[in-house]
Every structure is written in structure tokens, then in C-alpha cells.
């Protein structure tokens, strides 16, 4: 094998260009779109060759290995072609992986990943461990295999990375949930996405651990079908479980091999039901670390949380701004709403994934005073909540939404933007759609 093409010419595709290129492929770049000035700088520095505006078929289609940006679907023409030429097709996780022979803590979930890998990558750094934070966050993991040295990363992985995953395996997995999100892209089938997200037990021995969910029901019903050989440790607020981590008298009590460690919720620096879960597989992971109890109890005293996750804005004639912008579907938004404790002006829409919101009915009625509708075509929502809620209004931009929510909202409530859907119709990405709310609420 020499020749290795990557697709897609952003943070992950970059990153695996490097690595390829720094372990001696003859290496090249091919984007569909646009490739941003920054990462165009990056392949000159490395000398890697690249187009963009469209792919050269006779320059990807002579490739020994194709790695895939997780963002490029499968049904695309040129993937296709590959396909039927029989050229095997990765994820950059994968590709990196086979260069790195770190301890790796990989975490998946519907909801909840970002913040459970940030929390988990915090406590490792606070214990003064050798560790890299990469995947679906943050600096490529290629690039950081290319160009540093770590003992352990902490990767978030997203159904797409996971996808082109096949030799890669994980010592410690955890799979925060499984609830619908993304069904566009698997052929709108609840079994193919929870297929993907299993993904992350790939390959683990009886030595691994995989930390899960036992309060979720989709996790639970495919347990014992797909994940055979690792060390279980499930996390519950509904009952006490032999091994994991459980509420018990307003404490996180954790359990792993013979120690047995409690901590106050009291104590806890994020606050709600979802950052309970969060916390505990964070907890669990820093046990089967080693990590002492009182580098785990100060970690998550001071734990700063996430951009775009549940984020106090500012707080502008008592009516208090919220930046959840990474409420990307259903489930997260469910969670956010569910924390609010005042009266909601919701802000929410964008790329719809198949979204049933059926799950919010009875916490929109009960907190939701008024929905500001952010998208290209927000028909859908004003069907659904057209008689559950009494005000609806459009918005085609952040700051018109924000502007509207103002002038909605009274002095008490609470401005919420919390989507439930993809950003991709009206921004860039939901980093982009977040930080445009932030700069609207600042401007008023």
C-alpha cells in the first residue's frame, strides 16, 4: 500500500493527510467545497497536494486506502465509485489509531458525549497524566498522532467516526444513550444507528472496560446480543448496581473491583438530571484510573462545563439567555428543557433529522411560554406545536430570533436556544450558530 487519498479538507481530513503524509504515503487531499485558508496553510506546510471544488476521479480513484471525513455520506457519487472498485474506505480514527499504541478512552452517546470526554479529560490533566483530548472535539486525533506524544487520549466519537472503524479498539468504552438522531443518514432505521453507536465495543478483550447506561432502555435491550467479552460497569439513578456507579441519599456512590467511593451531588459543579449520568461515567472511568478520590471530588467541584451546552449568556433585565445550541436533536433539547426552572422562550429549528417531537409535549406545555421558530422551513414545528403552544414566530437569522425572544419574554423567564435540530441549513456549523445568539444577546 502507497498511495492513501483522504476526502474532505477540514479538521479530520487535514489531520489524516498529515499523518499519511509524515509515515511516508503518497498522499492526497480531495474536497468537494471550499478548504479554509488555515487549513490550506497546513498542506503546504506538509507538502501535501490537494484540490477542492470537486473531486479528479483519475487522481482518487488509483488510491491503495481512502480515509472519509465523518461528515460525507455514503451515498455520495464519488464513495459509491470507490465502493465499486473495491478500494477500502476508513475513518480517520481508524487510520490513526493503527499509529498509536496510547490507552484510549472513547466515548459515544446520542447525548451527553462532549461534556462526559471534556469532564473525563479535565480530571485525567488534574491528576497529572500524560493526555490528549481528540475525535469528535477539539484537535484532530491524526494531527496529534503525527506531531506529539501522549500516554492516553480521551476521544469523543460520533456514529459517523465510528462507522469507518474496524481494527480500532477501545480500552475503556463508554456509551452514554441511544435515542434517535441522524436517522437521515441510515436510511431512517432506529437498528442501523444503534448498530453504529455498538460499534465502540469493537475488537475489546475481558481486560477492557465499557462503562454504560442502565437506565437506558435501547442500551440495556442490546447488551448482551453485541458486547460479550469486556468488564461491565453500568451507571443507574434508578437503582444500586454491584459495579458502576448509583444515587444513593443524595450521593454518587462508586463501585469498581473492591473500592467503594461516595460523592455529595451537593458538591457537583453542573447541576440537572443529564449531568448526573454524565458525571458518574466520568467517576467510574477515573476509578478504573486510579485517579485518587480527592483529585475526582475537587475535578468535578470545578469542572467549568461546555460552549454551547446549556451556557449562561448573560442575564439582560432579569430575563436570563441560554446558549444550548448543541441540542442537536430531540433527547438534548428534552434535557434542557427539562432543567429550566423558569418560563421558556424557546428558540429551536434548523436541518430536521427525522425528529419525532412527541417526547417534549408534556414539558412544552408545562414550561414553554412562547417558540421562536430558527430555520429555512420550520413547517414541521408549527405543525406539531401549533396547539400546544400559544405563541409561535419565525426567524431567519440569530439575531432576529434573539430579538423576537426579547420582546417575548418577560422579566423572570428565561430565553432558551435549545434546537433540536442540525445547524447546517442557516450556519455553519452549531459552534457558529452558538456564538452568533451569544453576539446577538451582547448587542441588545
Request: a negative charge; glycine letters at 6%; one cysteine or more.
Amino acid at each position: 500500500m502507497n498511495r492513501v487519498v483522504i476526502l474532505g479538507g477540514a479538521e479530520s481530513g487535514v489531520g489524516a493527510a498529515v499523518l499519511a503524509k509524515v509515515k511516508g504515503y503518497d498522499t492526497f487531499l480531495s474536497d468537494n467545497g471550499c478548504i479554509t485558508p488555515q487549513y490550506q496553510a497546513r498542506l503546504e506546510e506538509y507538502g501535501i497536494p490537494y484540490e477542492m471544488g470537486g473531486h479528479s476521479p483519475e487522481k482518487i480513484l488509483n488510491a491503495d486506502l481512502v480515509i472519509k471525513s465523518p461528515g460525507i455520506p455514503d451515498n455520495v457519487p464519488m464513495v459509491c465509485q470507490l465502493r465499486e472498485q473495491g478500494i477500502p474506505i476508513i475513518s480517520e480514527i481508524e487510520f490513526a489509531g493503527r499509529y498509536d499504541n496510547a490507552r484510549k478512552i472513547c466515548i459515544t452517546g446520542s447525548n451527553g458525549k462532549t461534556t462526559t470526554t471534556s469532564i473525563i479529560y479535565y480530571l485525567l490533566k488534574n491528576a497529572g497524566l500524560n493526555v490528549g483530548l481528540a475525535g469528535n472535539i477539539g484537535e484532530s486525533y491524526a494531527f496529534q498522532v503525527a506531531t506529539k506524544n501522549y500516554d492516553i487520549y480521551v476521544l469523543e466519537l460520533s456514529s459517523f467516526q465510528l462507522d469507518g472503524m474496524y481494527d480500532f479498539k477501545a480500552d475503556i468504552a463508554i456509551l452514554m444513550n441511544i435515542t434517535p438522531d441522524h436517522l437521515d443518514r441510515y436510511d431512517f432505521k432506529m437498528q442501523n444507528y444503534i448498530n453504529s453507536k455498538f460499534r465502540i465495543t469493537r475488537n475489546m478483550s475481558e481486560n477492557d472496560c465499557f462503562i454504560f447506561c442502565e437506565d437506558d432502555d435501547i442500551t440495556i435491550g442490546h447488551l448482551s446480543e453485541i458486547v460479550l467479552r469486556a468488564k461491565k460497569f453500568p451507571f443507574s439513578q434508578t437503582h444500586v448496581v454491584e459495579q458502576g456507579a448509583f444515587l444513593q441519599d443524595n450521593q454518587i456512590c462508586v463501585r469498581t473491583e473492591d473500592d467503594e467511593y461516595g460523592l455529595p451531588v451537593e458538591d457537583l459543579s453542573l447541576s440537572g438530571k443529564h449531568n448526573l449520568y454524565n458525571t458518574m461515567a466520568a467517576a467510574i472511568t477515573a476509578k478504573i484510573m486510579n485517579i485518587s478520590n480527592e483529585t475526582i471530588r475537587e475535578s468535578l467541584k470545578t469542572f467549568q462545563g461546555v460552549e454551547h451546552r446549556l451556557e449562561k449568556v448573560l442575564s439582560i433585565r432579569d430575563i436570563q439567555f441560554i446558549n444550548d445550541s448543541k441540542a442537536t436533536n430531540v433527547n438534548s433539547a428534552w434535557y434542557a428543557l427539562e432543567s429550566m426552572t423558569r418560563p421558556t422562550v424557546w428558540i429551536a429549528g434548523g436541518k430536521d433529522k427525522g425528529n419525532d417531537y412527541e417526547p417534549l409535549t408534556d414539558l412544552v406545555k408545562e414550561k414553554v411560554r412562547a417558540l421562536v421558530c430558527l430555520g429555512k422551513d420550520n413547517t414541521k414545528l408549527h405543525d406539531f406545536f401549533g396547539d400546544k403552544i400559544a405563541t409561535i414566530v419565525d426567524a431567519s437569522s440569530a439575531e432576529e430570533a434573539v430579538q423576537k425572544a426579547y420582546e417575548l419574554a418577560e422579566p423572570g423567564d428565561v430565553v432558551l436556544l435549545s434546537p433540536c435540530c442540525a445547524s447546517f441549513d442557516l450556519f455553519k456549523s452549531y459552534e457558529d450558530r452558538g456564538r452568533q445568539f451569544k453576539d446577538a444577546v451582547r448587542k441588545l
